[in-house]
């Protein structure tokens, strides 16, 4: 069998590997069901106690209390700028923040639903940076404040939340999701597609303070009612039910293997600090897009040397088994997205690739 490669792709991205062993064992058949997991009734005892098992160990996790909802959603974090703005905006105002590509597209979709302020643009700054609190132009009659708090494409990140009085948060934390311990109690709703920190593509994990609930209108589709999705516990159609069980088992791989969310913020940051110390030793070899201050812990984007330095660099890292660096086609350049589940050692392999480089091409 070929080794796995080291897959430094912004998503879908890297699971555990202790994860994807298990769920390869489970495969055939789950423990005590006779089937695997995707062939049996989402209605069953089996089932529901994975899902249970994904919804408290999101709260363990977050260490949110009752007051909050855990949803698993389909469509998405795409779906997410939709259905947030239909049972929340509903004809009303909200402040965005436009701090990269991301945001722009929740933007974009919001803008059907209600009045979207501009709160901060990151726009003139080539969205090397996210705002700091005094630079925020909020209104305080907004429904909400919607951040990106990692912007995947540019790999600039939120060193913390920021300051928006009582506006509640609505984040789309789909790039960073459990990387670090967050003030939970800022937040109105928080959503992230599975496919970067806690499993396959196509769903969202939504976390949602049940007073929000209140605000959702009566006659909205049902699957695009937060309403709904709580009352019926996520169930209210199939789910994506081997998308879940992957969630329950890379959730309890965080809180028993890695010790939690203060645990994994240690790892990443020290993951994201060999990279971000070889592009800074490089004497401008490789250059950084993100401002130091903004430095994502997920994506980390930088250019290489010359043009062609830049594609050689790609084509050997693929042949050397570290796979994905091309960086998204609107930046250009290389990413290296180092999500929880990427280890230590694939991102030494990576800063080694890249000392080497250097000094051969450099
Ligand atoms: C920050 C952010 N938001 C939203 C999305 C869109 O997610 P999905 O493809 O699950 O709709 C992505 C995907 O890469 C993302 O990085």
């Given amino acids: 069998?070929?080794?796995?490669?080291?897959?430094?792709?912004?998503?879908?991205?890297?699971?555990?590997?202790?994860?994807?062993?298990?769920?390869?064992?489970?495969?055939?058949?789950?423990?005590?069901?006779?089937?695997?997991?995707?062939?049996?009734?989402?209605?069953?005892?089996?089932?529901?106690?994975?899902?249970?098992?994904?919804?408290?160990?999101?709260?363990?996790?977050?260490?949110?209390?009752?007051?909050?909802?855990?949803?698993?959603?389909?469509?998405?974090?795409?779906?997410?700028?939709?259905?947030?703005?239909?049972?929340?905006?509903?004809?009303?105002?909200?402040?965005?923040?436009?701090?990269?590509?991301?945001?722009?597209?929740?933007?974009?979709?919001?803008?059907?639903?209600?009045?979207?302020?501009?709160?901060?643009?990151?726009?003139?700054?080539?969205?090397?940076?996210?705002?700091?609190?005094?630079?925020?132009?909020l209104d305080s009659n907004a429904a909400y404040v919607h951040i990106t708090s990692n912007e995947t494409i540019q790999g600039i990140q939120f060193a913390k939340e920021p300051d928006v009085s009582n506006i509640p948060i609505i984040c789309d934390a789909s790039s960073d999701f459990l990387c670090r311990p967050i003030a939970i109690e800022k937040y109105g709703l928080l959503y992230a597609g599975a496919q970067k920190n806690v499993g396959p593509s196509g769903t969202a994990v939504v976390v949602l303070r049940r007073d929000m609930l209140e605000r959702v209108p009566e006659d909205l589709p049902p699957l695009l009612s937060y309403k709904v999705m709580a009352d019926n516990n996520s169930l209210y159609n199939t789910p994506a039910s081997f998308t879940i069980y992957i969630i329950a088992l890379v959730t309890r791989w965080l809180r028993n293997d890695i010790g939690g969310l203060e645990a994994m913020e240690r790892i990443n940051r020290s993951k994201a600090q060999l990279l971000y110390d070889v592009i800074d030793n490089s004497d401008g070899f490789?250059?950084?897009?993100?401002?130091?201050?903004?430095?994502?812990?997920?994506?980390?984007?930088?250019?290489?040397?010359?043009?062609?330095?830049?594609?050689?660099?790609?084509?050997?890292?693929?042949?050397?088994?570290?796979?994905?660096?091309?960086?998204?086609?609107?930046?250009?350049?290389?990413?290296?997205?180092?999500?929880?589940?990427?280890?230590?050692?694939?991102?030494?392999?990576?800063?080694?690739?890249?000392?080497?480089?250097?000094?051969?091409?450099g």
């Fill in 1 to 137: 069998m070929s080794p796995r490669s080291y897959n430094f792709s912004a998503g879908p991205a890297t699971l555990p590997l202790p994860v994807l062993e298990q769920a390869q064992q489970e495969l055939l058949e789950y423990p005590g069901a006779g089937a695997s997991i995707m062939e049996i009734s989402h209605r069953s005892k089996i089932f529901s106690a994975v899902l249970e098992e994904a919804k408290s160990n999101i709260k363990a996790l977050l260490g949110v209390s009752d007051d909050f909802e855990v949803l698993f959603t389909p469509g998405g974090a795409t779906m997410q700028f939709t259905m947030l703005a239909m049972n929340f905006l509903n004809g009303g105002a909200a402040d965005y923040l436009h701090v990269g590509s991301w945001a722009a597209k929740a933007i974009k979709d919001a803008k059907r639903f209600g009045t979207v302020n501009i709160a901060w643009d990151g726009k003139g700054d080539n969205f090397t940076r996210m705002p700091g609190d005094s630079e925020l132009d």
């Fill in 286 to 361: 490789y250059r950084g897009h993100a401002r130091p201050e903004s430095r994502s812990i997920m994506n980390v984007t930088f250019r290489v040397g010359n043009e062609e330095q830049e594609q050689a660099f790609l084509k050997e890292a693929t042949a050397a088994g570290l796979d994905g660096l091309k960086g998204h086609r609107s930046v250009g350049g290389c990413r290296a997205s180092i999500y929880n589940a990427m280890p230590t050692a694939g991102v030494e392999a990576l800063r080694d690739f890249m000392l080497a480089f250097q000094q051969k091409n």
